[in-house]
Structure formats: structure tokens, C-alpha cells
Nanobody, 115 residues
Framework: VQLQASGGGLVQAGGSLRLSCAASGSIFNISPMAWYRQTPGKQRDLVAR???????NYSHWVKGRFTISRDNAKNTVYLQMNSLKPEDAGTYYC??????????WGQGTQVTVSS
């Protein structure tokens, strides 16, 4: 499994970004997907998760602002980020967890939010 994330960049506070993560391999459709964020010196924290069936859950700090979705036909998971705040900045990683609970990670995409 290979994951390719894209869509990060610099945005002003209050703006929006849409992250994408394209997956190779045949297990995408049956695997939960997630986005994590990491800031310097800190651990990688869950932002949002989506099951293979489309059920979602979010960390409290993004609820109502971020939306995770997936397109199984395109093997792609998205993170729509609205009303961005400077504290949302960091490196965002997409994650796929297979049936053996093995985690696969994308290369990370940088999000910078200016105040």
C-alpha cells in the first residue's frame, strides 16, 4: 500500500484547504482511513477517521469545521478544512489501517495558517 497526500499550503485564518490522499492497492475500499496532524516536538494526533462504510469521527478541536470523506472509486480520501485557525497548522498525514492492524502512512503535507 502506498499513500500520496497533497493539497497542503499557506492560507489565511478563516480560509479553507482540501487535502487529498490517493491510495494504491486493492484494500482501500475495505479499510478505515484517517488524517493525523503532527507539530514539531509533538506526537501525531488523530484529526478525523472514516470507516469503509463511511462512518466518521472527529477530534473535538475540528468538529464542525473539518469534513473527512472518501471516494472508493478513486481510492482517495479527502479532508475539507474550513474556518482554519493558526493552531490548525502542522504536517498532515493520511493513514490506512489494514485488517491486521498494520498502519500505512502518506508522506505528509504541510498546512500553514497565517493570522
Amino acid at each position: 500500500v502506498q499513500l500520496q497526500a497533497s493539497g497542503g499550503g499557506l492560507v489565511q485564518a478563516g480560509g479553507s484547504l482540501r487535502l487529498s490522499c490517493a491510495a494504491s492497492g486493492s484494500i482501500f475500499n475495505i479499510s478505515p482511513m484517517a488524517w493525523y496532524r503532527q507539530t514539531p516536538g509533538k506526537q501525531r494526533d488523530l484529526v478525523a477517521r472514516i470507516t469503509s462504510g463511511g462512518d466518521t469521527n472527529y477530534s473535538h478541536w475540528v468538529k464542525g469545521r473539518f469534513t473527512i470523506s472518501r471516494d472508493n472509486a478513486k481510492n482517495t480520501v479527502y479532508l475539507q478544512m474550513n474556518s482554519l485557525k493558526p493552531e490548525d497548522a502542522g504536517t498532515y498525514y493520511c493513514n490506512l489501517r489494514d485488517g491486521d492492524w498494520t498502519n500505512y502512512w502518506g508522506q505528509g503535507t504541510q498546512v500553514t495558517v497565517s493570522s
